[in-house]
Structure formats: structure tokens, C-alpha cells
């Protein structure tokens, strides 16, 4: 198992014969994605790396059958546009990859999709790649680093940067620890898929022994996270990282999502809260794979 | 998010149907004598600027005639409110003031939805009005598809204890109020306070906005210069730096300073991350080491070589930093090397001084690091790079050690030097500059490998000299990616003939200011 996609997931690509769309199909495709579609208005008929485009999502869905889900390469101001018509045409899954969505956008997404019964993660997302089966976006890069980096296994890793996503990832594989998925959730104040979200999915796969978060300042997603694990809905081991402890309130670094407003989303308050509510909060980066590992162990002589 | 100030605010409500004080914006003490002779009845003068609690801090007065106005407006223009100075005066007729609200819309990222705010208790901020009268602050989600309605303002504002003439009124306000805050993109915008004024009429008094910055390119009617979230208006290095950000969109560009000015003594550094959280990550490793940043800077993306080469000449505007660090998260899915060559021609250039840790792992590390240590050795600076084994821990330690053995040298900003054009130069437009080749240097080349460096395959050989393979239109429309091989080759392993003109629009301009303290500095110390 693994949570969101797998090697089975049919796959859609939105904006594919544009740069980023065409560079990263070949990525996708090359690692063992069922990319089975792609959509570019006005240029239907086409094909990029062999995978047919057609003009409308409606189009895609009728010639090549059901689509699970669909990866957006558009413009940031037409993502809104390509969201709404994946999901309206029966995508469950939509991952937005552009950065600078407007934030407008991106509650009216998330309104549909709910009444959709769909999902998306992003915007502003590297995206997500279930080891040895599945990768969705440009995590990665290429596909002959992304088999490098990213090993199977029983660790599940949510982030809110893309590179910590694969930098974490990375040093987990190099110590030995396999991963089932690996979410980059997106670096926005409003993401699809958040932390509190993709743990709880986590929690219900039979493959996820563990979980790693790389938090940052700025959202409510961590003091969730904390919440959860307080309530007994999670009770896998979580261990996370917290960036952003030298930054000051009100002023931005690079993400939308990582801002203090006032005392609320601090980098101390999150830390606080975590370890109240028992997760492994470390110091630094490296010392993920240690805990990891260990906490794993642990558990392997539990059972 | 781009914070708009009262008056642009109130315009704003204005248009959306909702009563705001009639005023005017001044910025001299004469014009606001005027103002209040036009308003013809008792003012009230209130500083522009983006701090709260601006009546204990001198900023708000009041006046009668147009004498106190002029009074009154002089006295605001000379101080300062919480470090920024006021440049601009909102005159506005005193509302007699029956009762205060607040109302508010802010985005919960848990729900995915925004939030309506209202409390019966306005003046003070919604964090103090909820902890005091927790009973008179009500909140609602708002279905964005549908919009706030009328009856769904009623419902939230009578939970508040409001009722009769007054709750229809507010509730009329309220629901325009989402519909300007959701016509301009609001990251937040508050009314606060929203009056009733003893006439019976409903007025916002003041009112706070701030734009999604990645919603201004919707506004234009804004005039937001500089759409990044900042809690002060932005610096001159800043306008400079948003202008390559806005102007080439391969990849991110993120600047900010984070000290007013860099005190010689202190343990600085110039910052250049990449990625957010590898940024952040990076930044935390260095301020263990007892270092301050002078900026933060973020160059992620898969940004061209061009914009990274920008970034670390303007990284470079700033004196007195005693080294360049450069981290992300380490394993990178950008081709790296495009940044090495950025910052190669950037400290060749500036013939840099100051040591230099970068740590470039990710796709292409290896590539990158050669670069870095194959063209920089000899550049008066010592320059270390490292990849995704190195923590951003070792980095910052060797950071520490390189500066130490460097006995804290200072950087000093120099000059923007251009090579002078000489007529033979043969030269084409890329799509942020400009490439000029010296071909009579050509002649004594012998490997003519610029050819072969060029990935894009846009030149060829005619006459055992360089030129263009495809149109003019086509290299500048962006077959030519700026990705600076040409030079670098031609530069360090040839004859030096190729020089890629990357201007940086009031760089020059604000060097020379900055050289000019520079020295002042220096003579004093003489």
C-alpha cells in the first residue's frame, strides 16, 4: 500500500505540452506513472513522450475512461479553472503545482472539491511520489535521481517545503529507512491536503509504520497535528522538524504559509504544543533518520 | 500580502457602497489648513502609516479650525510612529460617535474558508475584545461560492446583543464588506472601529486591508509596488530587487533585508537560501553560530543562472557583510550548476573579498561544486562549496572558521563596472540582456568551445567566429536561456571575448550612494 497514488493510478496531466508540463510527463513516465492523458486547450490531436492530448478534461475522461487523478501545470491564474474542470469531470485527486495561486482561488477550490467528495494538494507543490511505484509532479527532478533518493518502506513524510521533502526523504533512504509516500503539501496559508489531513491517511495505511513532519512557522496545520495525537487519533509515532525559529512576527519567509500573525503560528508555540502532545520534536534535520530509526526498533520488539 | 493604507482602504468601501468619513489625504501642513477649510467643520488628522495604536503614539489629533489642522499637521509630520515617518496626512471630518463595532475577515486555513468577525465591542484589537467580552464576538464561515448574505450577517451580528434599526444597518455593511473584500482579493481587512454616529448613520472609521500579494496582478488599480508581505514600507535595495523578481519568471526570487544598517563590527552575513523551508532551515543554522543575516534572500525554482547572478549582486549592495552564505535544503530537484555559474560570474565580477560557503547540493551537485572551485579559486575571497552530505550545521561552522581566518574583513561595495562597447562587438538581446562577443578576440581562439557549451544549440561558427544559429526574435523570446556557459567558458579557459550584459535597473544608482557613505564612514575614522 501506499496513501493518494500508486503504480495503478491512472493519471492525468493538465497543461502538458507547455515547458514545466512536458519536462515533468517525462519525468512521471519515465519513473513508472500511468500518465494516460494529457490536456491543453486548442491543442488536442497532439502528443507529448507518446501520451495523447485532448482539449477538455470531458474529452480525456471519454476516450481514455476514468482518470484518478490530475497533475496542474497551468499558469497560477488559471489553476482555479483546471481544478474545478478536473474535478467536475470526475478527477478525485488534483495536484497543483504552481506557485502564487491567489488565495481566493484556492477557497473556491477547496469548496467544490469538498462538495465533489475530491482532494488536491497544493498549490505551490513539488508534489508526491510513493516509492518504487508512482511519481506525481516534479519531485525529484528526474527519474534516475528520484530512484536514488526515495526507497519503499514503512515511513510516511508530509512536508510544507518541497526541497525538505526530498532532503528529508533523501537522508532517510541513505540510513536504511524506506518510505511509503512522500507528500510535499504545499508552502500556501490555504493548502488542500494538510498535515492534520495526510496524517490521518497515513494513519489508516497498513504500510505506514511511522510518520516525519517537516513543520514551519506560520498555519495551524502543526498545532492540529498536535491535537490529534492528543485525542488518540494518531497513534502511529510522529517525529518532527519546525523551521523558522529565528524568524520574527509578521514578516514572511519565502512560503505564504510561514508568517506569524501575532503570538499564533510561532515556532515555540508549535514545539510546545508537539511535545505535549508526544511527538519526537528534534533540534536538527539530521538527527530525523537517528530518531526514526530508532523509534522503529522499538517498535519492531513491541510486537 | 500588500497592506494598503486607511485612505486606500476607505476608497475602496467607498465604491462598495459603504459610508466612510468624508476626507481628504494630504502630505503638507498648508494642504491640510485647506482640507479642513473645504470639510468646514471640525477635523481629525490621522498619521498614514502601517502601525496600530497610532492615537497614544501622537499620530491621531484633532482640530477645529483650519489653523489647528495646519497646527496639528505639522506636529504629525515631525515624529516618527513605531520607527516610520508619516509621509501623508487623512483629514477627515469628526464623526460624533454614538457607539463603536468591529467587524472583520480573516482565512482559516483549518476550515479552508473565510471567516466573518463581528464584535458590539469595537476600538481595541478582536485579541483583546475576544478575551475580555468573549459573550459580545461572534464568527461565521462564509460559503465562498455563495457569498455573505444579508440574513447571514443578521444572524451573526445578533449574537452580539445588536438589535432594531442598528442590526439592519450593520448587517447591510457587513455583507458589502465581504463583497469588497473578496472583489479585492483580502488576506485580511478589518473596520475596526465601525461607528454608529449619533445622526443614526453607519460609518467606517477605520478600516485595514491587505491584498493577497498573489492576487495584485487582479488590481492594478491598487498601485502596489512591491506585492510582498512586509510589516514596514519596503527598502530601496527591496524595490530593486522585486523589480528582477517581477520582470523574469523562471523561478523564485525572494529579497528582504533584515537590519536597518550593517554596524561594521557585527558578525554579518549575507544570505542567499533556496526554498522556503531549506531557507529557513539554513538561516537557523547560522544564527547558532552567533551570526546576523543582513538579508534573506531565496533563489529556488529552478531559477536561470541570470537571476541567481542578480540575486548575488544584489546580496553584494549591502556593506560590511563579512560572508556570502549560500544554503537550501540540500537535495535540491533544480540543476544546480545554473546557480554556480550565477554566483561564479557575480564574485568574479566583484572580485570578491569576503569568504563564501555554498552549499548547493541536489540534481547536479557535483557539476556545480567543480564550477565553483575550478572559477573561484583565485578570486581574492576563499569560496567553499558543498552538496547534500554536508548539514547546513558544517556549513555554518565553516563559515565561522573562514571569516575568523579572514580576520573579519568587511565587504566593501564597489562600482557596477560595464565594459565599454566597442564598435566591432557583435551582440544580440537574450531575454533579461544582452550578449556581446568580441570577435576579432576570436581569431586567437582555438578550441572555439563556446559553440559546444551553449545547450540550446543557438550558435555556430562563420568564419571561425561565433554568431547566432537562429533568429534574433527567437534567442531573445527565450531560446536562449541565459544560462551564462558561454561566458564562463570563454572567460576562464579562452580568450575572454564573451561578456553577457545582465542590468540591474537603479543598482548603479544606489551603489554609488551606498560608496558614498562607504567613505564618509572611513574618512571619519581617519
Known amino acids: 500500500m501506499s496513501i493518494l497514488v500508486n503504480e495503478q493510478s491512472k493519471v492525468l496531466i493538465q497543461g502538458i505540452t507547455g515547458r514545466e508540463g512536458m519536462v515533468r510527463t517525462r519525468l512521471m513516465k519515465d519513473y513508472g506513472t500511468q500518465v494516460t492523458a494529457g490536456v491543453t486547450p486548442g491543442k488536442g490531436g497532439q502528443d507529448v513522450y507518446g501520451v495523447p492530448v485532448y482539449d477538455s478534461v470531458k474529452q480525456a475522461v471519454e476516450e481514455c475512461g476514468e482518470l484518478d487523478i490530475s497533475v496542474v501545470f497551468v499558469p497560477a491564474f488559471l489553476v482555479k479553472e483546471a481544478a474545478l474542470e478536473a474535478i467536475d469531470a470526475g478527477v478525485r485527486l488534483a495536484v497543483l503545482i504552481p506557485d502564487r495561486v491567489p488565495i481566493h482561488d484556492v477557497l473556491e477550490i477547496s469548496r467544490f472539491s469538498k462538495q465533489e467528495q475530491a482532494r488536491f494538494v497544493g498549490p505551490n507543490t513539488l508534489g508526491l511520489v510513493s516509492p518504487g511505484k508512482a511519481v506525481l509532479g516534479m519531485i525529484g527532478g528526474r527519474a534516475k535521481s528520484a530512484r536514488e533518493w526515495f526507497s519503499p518502506g514503512s515511513i510516511g513524510v508530509s512536508s510544507r517545503s518541497g526541497g525538505m521533502t526530498s532532503a528529508i526523504s533523501y537522508y532517510l533512504t541513505k540510513a536504511g529507512l524506506g518510505q511509503s509516500t512522500i507528500i510535499h503539501v504545499g508552502g500556501d496559508a490555504v493548502v488542500g491536503l494538510s498535515h492534520p489531513e495526510v496524517l490521518q491517511l497515513f494513519e489508516e495505511d497498513p504500510q505506514t509504520q511511522l510518520m516525519v513532519i517537516f513543520g514551519e512557522i506560520g498555519t495551524s496545520q502543526e498545532e492540529r497535528v498536535a491535537d490529534l495525537v492528543s485525542e488518540g487519533r494518531i497513534q502511529k509515532p510522529v517525529v518532527a522538524y519546525i523551521g523558522g525559529k529565528a524568524a520574527k512576527s509578521g514578516t514572511r519567509f519565502s512560503h505564504a504559509g510561514a508568517i506569524v500573525e501575532g503570538s499564533r503560528g510561532s515556532h515555540e508555540s508549535k514545539v510546545r504544543l508537539l511535545k505535549q502532545a508526544g511527538v519526537h520534536v528534534v533540534d536538527a534535520v539530521a538527527d530525523i533518520p537517528k530518531k526514526a530509526g530508532q523509534l522503529l526498533k522499538e517498535k519492531g520488539n513491541k510486537q | ?526
Open chain 2, 1 to 526: 500580502m500588500a497592506r494598503l493604507f486607511e485612505y486606500q482602504s476607505k476608497k475602496l468601501l467607498k465604491q462598495g457602497g459603504i459610508p466612510v468619513p468624508e476626507g481628504k489625504v494630504v502630505s503638507s501642513p498648508e494642504q491640510a489648513a485647506e482640507a479642513a477649510r473645504e470639510l468646514g467643520r471640525p477635523v481629525v488628522l490621522k498619521a498614514q502609516v502601517w502601525a496600530t495604536g497610532r492615537a497614544e503614539k501622537g499620530g491621531i489629533h484633532f482640530a477645529d479650525s483650519p489653523e489647528e489642522a495646519r497646527k496639528a499637521a505639522r506636529e504629525i509630520l515631525a515624529i516618527r510612529i513605531s520607527g516610520l515617518s508619516v509621509e501623508k496626512i487623512l483629514v477627515e471630518e469628526k464623526i460624533d460617535i454614538q457607539s463603536e463595532y468591529f467587524a472583520g475577515l480573516v482565512i482559516d486555513d483549518a476550515e479552508k474558508s473565510p471567516v466573518m468577525l463581528f464584535s458590539s465591542k469595537g476600538g481595541t484589537g478582536i485579541e483583546e475584545i475576544a478575551r475580555k467580552h468573549p459573550d459580545q464576538v461572534a464568527r461565521a464561515y462564509v460559503n465562498v461560492s455563495k457569498g455573505f448574505r444579508e440574513y447571514e450577517a443578521r444572524d451573526l451580528i445578533r449574537q452580539t446583543g445588536v438589535f432594531g434599526k442598528t442590526l439592519t444597518w450593520l448587517s447591510r455593511v457587513l455583507a458589502k464588506f465581504f463583497q469588497v473584500s473578496q472583489k479585492y482579493d483580502a488576506r485580511s481587512a478589518e473596520m475596526n472601529p465601525l461607528v454608529l454616529a449619533s445622526d443614526g448613520t453607519v460609518y467606517a472609521a477605520d478600516c485595514h486591508f491587505v491584498v493577497d500579494d498573489y492576487a495584485v496582478f487582479r488590481h492594478p488599480d491598487l498601485g502596489i509596488e512591491v506585492a510582498r508581505e512586509f510589516d514596514r514600507p519596503p527598502t530601496e535595495l527591496e524595490k530593486i530587487a522585486y523589480q528582477v523578481e517581477k520582470n523574469d519568471h523562471r523561478g523564485t526570487f525572494y529579497f528582504f533585508q533584515m537590519l536597518d544598517e550593517v554596524d561594521e563590527k557585527e558578525n554579518v552575513l549575507g544570505f542567499n537560501g533556496a526554498g522556503g523551508g531549506g531557507s529557513m532551515m539554513s538561516m537557523d543554522a547560522v544564527l547558532d553560530q552567533g551570526f546576523k543575516l543582513a538579508n534573506y534572500c531565496d533563489t529556488s525554482g529552478n531559477p536561470s543562472a541570470s537571476k541567481v547572478y542578480r540575486a548575488a549582486k544584489i546580496i553584494l549592495s549591502q556593506p560590511h557583510i563579512k560572508g556570502y552564505f549560500a544554503s537550501g535544503s540540500g537535495v535540491a530537484s533544480q540543476e544546480q550548476f545554473h546557480s554556480a555559474r550565477g554566483l561564479t560570474k557575480a564574485f568574479k565580477e566583484e572580485g570578491l573579498e569576503i569568504p563564501a560557503v555554498l552549499r548547493l547540493g541536489g540534481n547536479f551537485e557535483e557539476k556545480a561544486i567543480e564550477i565553483l572551485h575550478t572559477y573561484l579559486k583565485d578570486i581574492p575571497g576563499k569560496v567553499e562549496g558543498y552538496g547534500r552530505e554536508d548539514s547546513p550545521e558544517f556549513c555554518a561552522e565553516r563559515m565561522k572558521k573562514l571569516i575568523t581566518d579572514n580576520d573579519f574583513l568587511s565587504h566593501k561595495v564597489r562600482p557596477l563596472q560595464e565594459p565599454e562597447i566597442t564598435e566591432e562587438v557583435y551582440s544580440f538581446q537574450t531575454p533579461t540582456g544582452e550578449i556581446r562577443i568580441n570577435q576579432e578576440k576570436c581569431l586567437n581562439c582555438s578550441t572555439k568551445a563556446c559553440i559546444e557549451a551553449c545547450t540550446q544549440n543557438i550558435l555556430k561558427l562563420e568564419q571561425q567566429k561565433p554568431v547566432l544559429a537562429i533568429s534574433r526574435e527567437d534567442t531573445e523570446k527565450g531560446k536562449c536561456t541565459e544560462c551564462l556557459a558561454c561566458e564562463i567558458f570563454c572567460t576562464f579557459h579562452e580568450q575572454d571575448a564573451i561578456f553577457i550584459h545582465l542590468p540591474i535597473k537603479g543598482l548603479k544608482e544606489y551603489r554609488e550612494k551606498v560608496i558614498r557613505k562607504q567613505e564618509k564612514c572611513s574618512d571619519r575614522r581617519k
